[in-house]
């Protein structure tokens, strides 16, 4: 296991990432011995996650939240959110799971493209109730026992689709292209956020600006579910939304009645 890297050693990694996105190597100081368990423990630090959370927050309250909202002031279009009765619940808990599942899972294991994101990208429309949850969890289930390639037992995950790896060739294609993949999710990723926003008549051309917070976020979270892993991005995810949110009800919390 090689020596864990510096923030600014990560930060350095996660720029040169963004000119030439590529699925290899791994950042130092992990456990690369189960892949498959390793996806989802190798985690960062608390240390580490509060860094990267407070860049996301420095750098979107100052640069990329201002100029969101002035477009989004400039154009008449409003947000969706009620100060008053934020599902602080559905941001900490269930978006960060749901939506890593969605947009970056495949991003390393592009093989269970064909079932888990349909699956997931229903349960993200349903929302969150008994069956959606339920069945998530199962899925979280199911993706972290499943066991590695080549350990010659046959089992009931390969029997439904998940022990088989993709053909070389198409691996290879996937590889070479993958920059696409990474860009397109991100931005698919940062598209879904459009749903906050109440539209009147605004310009096509406006809608990017609206969610450059979260496209900004989007490469962070994408960087870091290939090079560490989905449960670090879950993590952080988690970590980011419930700062800005812990904010604002604690100030709504502060204010009399109808002054929000």
Not at 72 to 85: F, V
Request: glycine share 8%.
């Amino acid at each position: 296991m090689s020596q864990t890297p510096t923030f600014r050693q990560e930060l350095r990694d996660f720029l040169c990432f963004l000119r030439s996105p590529r699925l290899n190597p791994r950042l130092g100081g992990q456990d690369l011995g189960h892949g498959w368990h390793t996806d989802w423990t190798n985690g960062l630090g608390v240390k580490r996650i509060l860094q990267w959370a407070a860049l996301l927050w420095l750098v979107n309250l100052t640069v990329f939240g201002p100029l969101a909202a002035s477009v989004a002031t400039s154009t008449g279009a409003q947000h969706r959110l009620d100060l008053s009765n934020i599902p602080w619940k559905q941001a900490i808990l269930w978006a960060p799971l749901i939506e890593e599942l969605v947009f970056r899972y495949v991003l390393r294991r592009p093989s269970q493209f064909l079932w888990l994101l349909p699956v997931s990208l229903w349960c993200m429309f349903a929302g969150p109730d008994t069956l959606t949850v339920s069945l998530v969890l199962a899925m979280v289930v199911l993706l972290y026992v499943r066991p590695t390639y080549g350990s010659g037992r046959p089992s009931l995950f390969s029997s439904i689709g998940l022990g088989k790896a993709w053909p070389k060739h198409w691996y290879k294609t996937y590889v070479r292209h993958f920059g696409w993949a990474f860009y397109g999710a991100t931005l698919l990723f940062a598209a879904l956020h459009l749903y906050n926003f109440r539209f009147e008549q605004v310009s096509l051309w406006v809608l990017p600006l609206l969610i450059l917070p979260q496209f900004m976020t989007g490469l962070v979270l994408g960087w870091l579910r290939v090079r560490r892993g989905i449960g670090a991005s879950i993590i952080l995810h988690a970590v980011f939304n419930a700062g800005p949110i812990l904010v604002i009800m604690s100030i709504v919390s502060l204010l009399p009645e109808g002054h929000y």
